[in-house]
């Protein structure tokens, strides 16, 4: 970006870039390893689930706040937050899985130690995502804030492909499984001295406020950034309006869609590694099981980028043509990756249902912003961002325990959510509301 006095500098902008790449491929390379390490600690898969859903459940908690305060503590200040959070987390899990790896630690022991450090990133990650955005906003004039918000946004999906991907070439011989954790501990420290020594505390040009930015996930969807500061005109009917609920007719229909779409691929998502480890007989070749499976969130990354940067913006597609045909997608893929037995076939299904997945969550949340009027945009935001995070508390963790009983059962439930909402959302999902026209 040229550097004007109404835009950011460049390499303050590859700071910003940097601070929200790493926070999501640093978590997304954890989730392509961990079913491993759990393998080789025999721990159940359950419980290495659930360390990933109290992580996210403390991102959706602590998430608003963090948005808050940067407001009264400083952009930059809650950006360094962040990253501590994240590096600290990664540091001291690495360390303490490759103590248990080793032998040091019972299995048992640590994986309770492993999870009170992931507290860290849930946490104190989640300040710096709306740090960033929020930062942006304020020192760029509106012609050029759009671009800018895309491009730090565009981050997080970056790193939803860059963490799997590069995770296998971390797992070195002395520490092993543990080594990518280790290695991003020390991409963090870097991004933190860069955050120090070449973004300033200046004065912002313009008040702004960061949005709410999802829990990072293996080929999960990346949240657009949107520019609410040109929205906050003054509305004499605002004070007089009641607040948006849950239960308005005309947000609710794409508030449940969210919530069963989001259900589905948060299952889908975690139950994936634990299937690579045993259709591939992986399970006593854990390192090999790791590879694979980053392998397999690759692909499911980008062909989730390709539906939101390609597919949607080349079809014109709707909220509602995105919601119906990316829960059929991703049905589809789910049905093909539950009864695939081999490599190839896991990574076309897991592909398929990703993609499906990528039209679906920008469709849901387009389509729930366009059913209310602009004074409402701040409440609707904070709908369907608690529907995005709240889906990876608790699915990811039943479908873990439906796949151990059977996995045609957690694939089934997972292709029934996709069916269910294909079917009901061609009469709930109506076409004809205000907006509705206009392209994703």
């Not at 991907?165 to 520490?175: C, E, G, K, M, T």
């Not at 889906?391 to 959510?417: D, E």
Request: glycine share 12%; hydrophobic share 50%; aromatic share 10%.
């Amino acid at each position: 970006m040229a550097t004007t006095s109404h835009s950011i500098p460049s390499d303050r902008m590859a700071v910003l870039f940097a601070v929200m790449l790493v926070a999501a491929a640093g978590n997304t390379a954890m989730q392509s390893i961990l079913p491993a390490i759990g393998a080789k600690l025999r721990i159940p898969d359950v419980w290495v689930s659930l360390a990933f859903s109290w992580s996210a459940l403390l991102w959706v908690l602590t998430a608003p706040h963090w948005a808050r305060q940067s407001d009264k503590r400083g952009r930059k200040a809650l950006m360094a937050l962040g990253v501590v959070g994240f590096l600290s987390s990664m540091a001291l899990c690495g360390l303490t899985l490759w103590a248990g790896l080793q032998g040091y630690l019972a299995a048992g022991v640590t994986f309770i130690v492993f999870a009170v450090f992931r507290s860290l990133y849930g946490g104190f990650g989640s300040a710096s995502p709306p740090a960033v955005q929020a930062y942006v906003a304020a020192r760029t004039d509106p012609e050029q804030r759009t671009q800018a918000l895309s491009l730090v946004s565009s981050s997080f999906g970056l790193g939803t492909v860059i963490g799997p991907a590069i995770a296998p070439f971390f797992i070195l011989p002395i520490v092993g499984l543990a080594g990518p954790l280790l290695v991003f501990a020390l991409i963090g420290l870097g991004v933190l001295v860069m955050l120090r020594w070449r973004l300033p505390d200046d004065m912002p040009r313009y008040a702004a406020r960061g949005n709410i930015a999802a829990y990072p996930a293996a080929a999960g969807s990346p949240e657009a950034a949107t520019d609410e500061s040109e929205d906050e005109v003054v509305d004499p009917s605002a004070a007089a309006t009641p607040p948006l609920r849950w239960t308005d007719t005309r947000v609710r229909p794409w508030l449940l869609a969210g919530l069963f779409g989001g259900q589905a691929q948060a299952m889908v998502l975690g139950v994936i590694g634990f299937l690579i480890l045993d259709r591939l007989h992986l399970r006593l070749r854990p390192d090999e099981g790791a590879a694979m499976t980053g392998i397999v969130l690759m692909a499911g990354a980008f062909a989730t980028l390709l539906s939101q940067w390609g597919l949607i913006p080349l079809l014109k597609m709707s909220p509602r043509t995105a919601v119906l045909c990316g829960a059929s997608l991703g049905g589809l893929g789910t049905v093909m990756t539950g009864l695939s037995y081999d490599f190839h076939g896991i990574i076309i299904g897991f592909a398929l249902a990703s993609l499906g997945f990528g039209l679906f969550r920008p469709g849901f949340t387009a389509g729930a912003s366009l059913s209310v009027p602009r004074r409402d945009q701040g409440s609707v935001a904070g709908m369907t961002a608690s529907i995005n995070g709240s889906a990876y508390i608790i699915s990811p963790a039943v479908g873990v325990l439906l796949y151990n009983w059977h996995p045609m059962v957690a694939y089934g439930l997972m292709a029934g959510f996709c069916g269910w909402l294909v079917l009901w959302g061609w009469s709930a999902l109506k076409p004809n509301q205000p907006k509705e026209q206009q392209q994703l």
